[in-house]
Protein backbone atom coordinates (compact mmCIF):
# COMPACT_ATOMS: atom_id res chain seq x y z
CA UNK A 1 0.00 0.00 0.00
CA UNK A 2 1.28 3.84 -0.54
CA UNK A 3 0.62 6.13 1.76
CA UNK A 4 0.80 10.14 1.48
CA UNK A 5 4.25 11.09 2.28
CA UNK A 6 4.80 13.01 5.34
CA UNK A 7 7.48 13.71 7.42
CA UNK A 8 8.68 13.02 10.74
CA UNK A 9 7.47 13.57 14.14
CA UNK A 10 9.49 16.51 15.80
CA UNK A 11 8.54 17.91 19.27
CA UNK A 12 8.60 21.30 18.10
CA UNK A 13 8.97 23.39 14.54
CA UNK A 14 12.62 24.33 14.69
CA UNK A 15 12.16 27.54 13.20
CA UNK A 16 9.25 29.00 15.49
CA UNK A 17 9.22 26.91 18.68
CA UNK A 18 6.03 26.10 17.81
CA UNK A 19 4.84 22.63 19.01
CA UNK A 20 4.20 20.28 15.54
CA UNK A 21 3.39 17.03 14.91
CA UNK A 22 4.60 16.99 11.71
CA UNK A 23 7.19 18.97 9.97
CA UNK A 24 8.59 18.72 6.63
CA UNK A 25 10.25 18.07 4.53
CA UNK A 26 12.69 15.67 5.95
CA UNK A 27 10.90 12.37 6.22
CA UNK A 28 10.01 9.66 3.28
CA UNK A 29 8.15 6.72 5.23
CA UNK A 30 4.63 5.87 4.94
CA UNK A 31 2.39 7.60 6.87
CA UNK A 32 0.39 4.52 8.22
CA UNK A 33 2.94 3.70 11.09
CA UNK A 34 3.15 7.93 11.80
CA UNK A 35 -0.93 7.98 12.24
CA UNK A 36 -0.68 4.78 14.47
CA UNK A 37 2.13 6.35 16.49
CA UNK A 38 0.63 9.64 16.72
CA UNK A 39 -2.82 9.34 17.42
CA UNK A 40 -2.83 5.63 19.22
CA UNK A 41 -4.59 5.57 22.37
CA UNK A 42 -3.45 6.18 24.66
CA UNK A 43 0.33 6.53 24.19
CA UNK A 44 2.19 7.70 21.54
CA UNK A 45 3.81 10.81 19.85
CA UNK A 46 0.42 12.80 19.87
CA UNK A 47 0.06 11.72 23.37
CA UNK A 48 3.58 13.17 24.60
CA UNK A 49 3.33 16.13 22.61
CA UNK A 50 -0.13 17.19 24.61
CA UNK A 51 1.78 16.30 27.79
CA UNK A 52 4.59 18.07 27.23
CA UNK A 53 2.77 21.45 25.19
CA UNK A 54 -0.04 23.38 25.16
CA UNK A 55 -1.07 23.19 21.55
CA UNK A 56 -3.93 25.24 20.81
CA UNK A 57 -3.55 24.97 16.75
CA UNK A 58 -4.08 22.07 14.91
CA UNK A 59 -4.14 21.09 11.18
CA UNK A 60 -5.77 17.50 10.06
CA UNK A 61 -3.55 16.58 6.66
CA UNK A 62 -3.26 12.97 6.82
CA UNK A 63 -4.39 11.12 3.64
CA UNK A 64 -5.00 8.08 1.59
CA UNK A 65 -6.48 6.68 -1.29
CA UNK A 66 -7.31 3.46 -2.53
CA UNK A 67 -9.11 3.56 -6.05
CA UNK A 68 -11.83 1.21 -6.68
CA UNK A 69 -15.09 0.58 -8.24
CA UNK A 70 -17.97 -0.07 -6.78
CA UNK A 71 -18.09 -3.88 -7.00
CA UNK A 72 -14.47 -3.90 -6.12
CA UNK A 73 -14.27 -2.20 -3.10
CA UNK A 74 -12.02 -4.09 -0.60
CA UNK A 75 -13.76 -3.40 2.83
CA UNK A 76 -10.65 -3.41 4.79
CA UNK A 77 -8.99 -0.51 2.33
CA UNK A 78 -12.13 1.42 3.12
CA UNK A 79 -11.80 0.86 6.55
CA UNK A 80 -8.22 2.27 6.44
CA UNK A 81 -9.10 4.91 4.25
CA UNK A 82 -11.51 5.83 6.76
CA UNK A 83 -9.14 5.27 9.65
CA UNK A 84 -6.56 7.63 8.53
CA UNK A 85 -8.65 10.17 7.00
CA UNK A 86 -11.44 10.38 9.82
CA UNK A 87 -10.45 8.43 12.87
CA UNK A 88 -6.99 10.15 13.54
CA UNK A 89 -8.60 13.74 13.15
CA UNK A 90 -10.97 12.86 15.31
CA UNK A 91 -8.29 11.56 18.01
CA UNK A 92 -6.31 14.77 17.74
CA UNK A 93 -8.47 16.78 17.71
CA UNK A 94 -10.06 15.46 21.07
CA UNK A 95 -6.13 15.12 22.36
CA UNK A 96 -6.29 18.82 22.06
CA UNK A 97 -9.12 20.14 23.35
CA UNK A 98 -8.75 20.22 26.56
CA UNK A 99 -5.66 22.32 26.19
CA UNK A 100 -7.72 24.54 23.79
CA UNK A 101 -11.05 24.68 26.22
CA UNK A 102 -8.62 25.31 29.54
CA UNK A 103 -6.98 28.38 26.99
CA UNK A 104 -10.64 29.35 25.77
CA UNK A 105 -9.03 29.70 22.30
CA UNK A 106 -8.26 26.91 19.69
CA UNK A 107 -7.94 26.81 16.16
CA UNK A 108 -8.36 23.41 13.64
CA UNK A 109 -8.11 23.24 10.13
CA UNK A 110 -9.46 19.86 8.67
CA UNK A 111 -7.61 19.48 5.06
CA UNK A 112 -10.26 18.24 3.07
CA UNK A 113 -10.51 17.60 -1.11
CA UNK A 114 -12.32 18.40 -4.17
CA UNK A 115 -13.07 14.71 -4.36
CA UNK A 116 -16.00 14.72 -1.93
CA UNK A 117 -17.97 15.81 -4.62
CA UNK A 118 -17.69 12.44 -6.64
CA UNK A 119 -15.07 10.82 -8.94
CA UNK A 120 -15.31 7.81 -9.95
CA UNK A 121 -13.37 5.06 -7.89
CA UNK A 122 -12.59 7.00 -5.51
CA UNK A 123 -16.09 6.25 -3.62
CA UNK A 124 -13.91 5.19 -0.07
CA UNK A 125 -12.01 8.72 -0.47
CA UNK A 126 -14.52 10.82 -1.25
CA UNK A 127 -16.56 9.51 1.36
CA UNK A 128 -13.81 10.01 3.97
CA UNK A 129 -13.45 13.49 3.06
CA UNK A 130 -17.46 14.46 3.12
CA UNK A 131 -17.03 13.24 6.54
CA UNK A 132 -14.51 15.17 7.12
CA UNK A 133 -16.50 18.30 6.63
CA UNK A 134 -19.24 17.28 8.31
CA UNK A 135 -17.21 16.54 11.09
CA UNK A 136 -15.89 20.51 10.89
CA UNK A 137 -19.03 22.22 10.56
CA UNK A 138 -20.55 19.95 13.74
CA UNK A 139 -17.38 20.96 15.73
CA UNK A 140 -17.55 24.67 14.68
CA UNK A 141 -20.69 24.61 15.98
CA UNK A 142 -19.99 22.75 19.42
CA UNK A 143 -17.01 25.36 19.78
CA UNK A 144 -17.71 28.57 18.62
CA UNK A 145 -18.76 29.31 21.86
CA UNK A 146 -15.27 28.55 23.38
CA UNK A 147 -13.32 30.51 20.46
CA UNK A 148 -12.30 27.96 19.11
CA UNK A 149 -12.73 27.38 15.25
CA UNK A 150 -12.99 25.09 13.11
CA UNK A 151 -12.42 24.89 9.58
CA UNK A 152 -11.70 22.87 6.28
CA UNK A 153 -9.94 23.79 3.37
CA UNK A 154 -10.46 21.30 0.13
CA UNK A 155 -7.65 21.96 -2.24
CA UNK A 156 -7.74 20.82 -5.82
CA UNK A 157 -5.24 18.77 -7.45
CA UNK A 158 -2.11 19.14 -6.11
CA UNK A 159 1.25 17.44 -6.68
CA UNK A 160 1.65 14.92 -4.09
CA UNK A 161 3.10 11.04 -3.54
CA UNK A 162 -0.73 10.09 -3.40
CA UNK A 163 -1.61 12.41 -6.62
CA UNK A 164 1.53 11.00 -8.81
CA UNK A 165 0.19 7.52 -7.40
CA UNK A 166 -3.47 7.32 -8.50
CA UNK A 167 -3.12 10.16 -11.57
CA UNK A 168 -0.09 8.84 -13.95
CA UNK A 169 1.14 11.52 -16.00
CA UNK A 170 -0.51 9.91 -19.78
CA UNK A 171 -3.44 9.65 -18.54
CA UNK A 172 -6.22 10.73 -20.20
CA UNK A 173 -7.79 11.79 -16.97
CA UNK A 174 -4.69 13.28 -15.45
CA UNK A 175 -4.06 15.43 -18.59
CA UNK A 176 -7.90 16.77 -17.88
CA UNK A 177 -7.80 17.61 -14.67
CA UNK A 178 -4.27 19.42 -15.17
CA UNK A 179 -5.91 21.22 -18.48
CA UNK A 180 -8.94 22.67 -16.00
CA UNK A 181 -6.00 24.08 -13.82
CA UNK A 182 -6.36 28.00 -14.23
Same mark, same amino acid.
Given at each position: ???? $?????? *??? =???????? +??????? @? *??????? #???????? @?????????????????????? !?? %? !???????? &????????????? =?? @??????????? /? &?? $??????? /?? +??? /? #?????? #??? %? @????? +?? $?????? +??? =??????????????????? %???? *?????? $????? /???
Amino acid at each position: TSYT $RASSIV *PEN =QSTGVPAL +LHAPTWN @A *PVKPLVN #AACGEPSG @ALADIVARYEVTGLVNNAGLNH !LQ %K !LGEIDLAA &FDEVIAVNLRAAI =QC @AQAVLPTMRKA /R &FG $RIVNITS /RA +LLG /R #ANASSY #AAA %K @AGLVA +LT $RCWALE +LAD =QNITVNAVGPGPTETDMWN %KNNP *PDSPST $RAHVA /RIP
